[in-house]
Nanobody, 115 residues
Framework: QVQLVESGGGLVQAGGSLRLSCAASGIIVGRNFMGWYRQAPGEQRERVAV???????NYADSVKGRFTISRDNAKNALYLQMNNLESEDTAVYYC?????????WGQGTQVTVSS
């Protein structure tokens, strides 16, 4: 059974940094397409950053140059380093994994940026 568990969210001041983690079980992170999505109150869920099985990355324009997605195959984990946070980054952040059979989501972790 695939399980994705996020951690690392919290309250931070604008300009600060956070590092989100996504621990995966039941599946191998390095062999799958993975990403981070976020959903602010009253808004649709949006893609923040993704990484392919070959290591290619892609970012939403709003986070380019500030966020970095990475993975540690040895730890079977996905990360999102978020720097220079802005109030507009406030949202619940979700870990996402897509394999040939299903899409999987974590439960989400709240990130709140105070201005």
């Amino acid at each position: 059974q695939v399980q994705l568990v996020e951690s690392g969210g919290g309250l931070v001041q604008a300009g600060g940094s956070l590092r989100l983690s996504c621990a995966a079980s039941g599946i191998i992170v390095g062999r799958n397409f993975m990403g981070w999505y976020r959903q602010a109150p009253g808004e649709q869920r949006e893609r923040v950053a993704v990484i392919t099985s070959s290591g290619n990355t892609n970012y939403a324009d709003s986070v380019k140059g500030r966020f970095t997605i990475s993975r540690d195959n040895a730890k079977n984990a996905l990360y999102l380093q978020m720097n220079n946070l802005e109030s507009e980054d406030t949202a619940v952040y979700y870990c996402y994994l897509l394999n040939s059979i299903n899409a999987h989501w974590g439960q989400g972790t709240q990130v709140t940026v105070s201005s």
